[in-house]
């Protein structure tokens, strides 16, 4: 079966394409290369023996998505990670986000209804929740009002698609809404590829191991938590991209309950900043530089998943550690630092 991951040389859609092909799906990938490198096909093909198809395209172009799906009418299934994702860029330059993620999506789901098979998987996440009442966070969770350009994409994408499944009742897709992902394919061969400095916590900290950056800043230390540092749910992404194809297959087979759903992927742990610098100094053998300083404008304080849904409904649940995630991502760090 031919599935399409949009996004798929990027840092989810490369391990899913992995996944994908570990239990005997054809995968062509979508990427417009403007966050991803070619080189992660490399990576792909070593892991799994075998060499996904590959199409660089904007999917911001119409015609151009027309001509790729007249082309491919064969797709049993659509995951979609293409979208942009930095959330101060999206503060400062919200059109680019607006187009980006949500003009892509909708070109998307408009030649998806023409196919023979509607399956799409949609990339959201735990933005959505903000600042939840109650922890953890059940999928029951309001959803607040986004704190970024790039949140908002995610509750638009979200409501597009749901909007999309209400009119067209053979259109199934399932919306997984993710905590923070982390770590990198245990082999090395792949992982996160942050151009720039590194706004996300884990590629924060390897590359400060490595003496790229000079010291981790720890956002925040007067929190009301157990250690006045932010809490998170911290997600390996080998068990992520698993999630994305047992929610595919759920689809496949005509499992889901309604043809819109929607499930967090999380460990259902939350960990503290100082937690996950003590993670990696233990698995890594180093210590690392860091300081508490001011809080970060638009933190949530503290967010983990209740994630009895996703193990009981998907039949999935998330097998490796804090530790595990940490190791592979020391592991990806010094292997690109010393190509
Ligand atoms: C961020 C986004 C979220 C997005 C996700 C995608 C914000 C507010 N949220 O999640 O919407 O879906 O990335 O990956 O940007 N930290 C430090 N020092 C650093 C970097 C981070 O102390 O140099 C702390 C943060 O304050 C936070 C934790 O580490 O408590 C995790 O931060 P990060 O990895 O950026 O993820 P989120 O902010 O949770």
Wanted: glycine fraction near 8%; hydrophobic fraction near 40%.
């Amino acid at each position: 079966m031919k599935i399409l991951v949009t996004g798929g040389l990027g840092f989810i859609g490369s391990h899913t394409v992995v996944e994908l092909q570990n239990v005997g799906f054809d995968v062509v990938i979508i990427d417009d290369l403007s966050n991803s490198s070619v080189e992660v096909i490399d990576g792909i093909t070593t892991i799994t023996n075998k060499k996904p198809l590959f199409e660089k395209l904007d999917l911001k172009i119409k015609s151009e998505v027309k001509d790729f799906f007249n082309r491919h009418n064969d797709i049993a299934g659509v995951i979609h990670f293409a979208a942009s994702k930095a959330v101060g860029e999206s503060v400062n330059d919200p059109l680019k986000y607006y187009e980006n993620n949500i003009n892509a999506l909708i070109y998307v789901l408009q030649e998806l209804t023409k196919l023979n098979k509607k399956n799409f998987i949609f990339s959201s996440s735990c933005t959505v929740y903000g600042q939840a009442d109650e922890l953890p966070i059940t999928e029951n969770a309001h959803v607040k009002p986004a704190e970024s350009p790039y949140g908002n994409t995610k509750q638009i994408g979200e409501e597009i698609i749901r909007d999309t499944c209400r009119a067209n009742g053979d259109v199934n897709a399932i919306a997984l809404r993710y905590f923070n992902p982390i770590g990198a394919h245990p082999t090395a061969e792949i992982g996160e590829l942050p151009v720039g400095v590194p706004q996300n916590l884990v590629p924060y900290i390897t590359q400060t191991a490595i003496g790229i950056r000079e010291k981790l800043s720890v956002f925040g230390g007067d929190y009301a938590t157990r250690d006045g540092t932010c809490i998170r749910d911290y997600i390996h992404v080998v068990d992520l991209a698993k999630a994305h194809v047992v929610a595919l297959q759920r689809l496949i087979g005509s499992k889901n309950d309604s043809n819109f759903e929607f499930f967090n992927l999380g460990t259902g742990t939350g960990s503290s900043v100082l937690e996950a610098i003590q993670s990696f100094e233990k698995v890594s053998g180093k210590k690392l530089k860091y300081q508490i300083e001011d809080r970060r404008e638009g933190d949530v304080i503290s967010a983990y998943a209740e994630t009895s849904k996703a193990n009981n409904i998907l039949g999935w649940k998330t097998e490796l550690t804090l530790d595990d995630a940490m190791a592979s991502a020391w592991k990806w760090e010094q292997k690109i630092r010393n190509k």
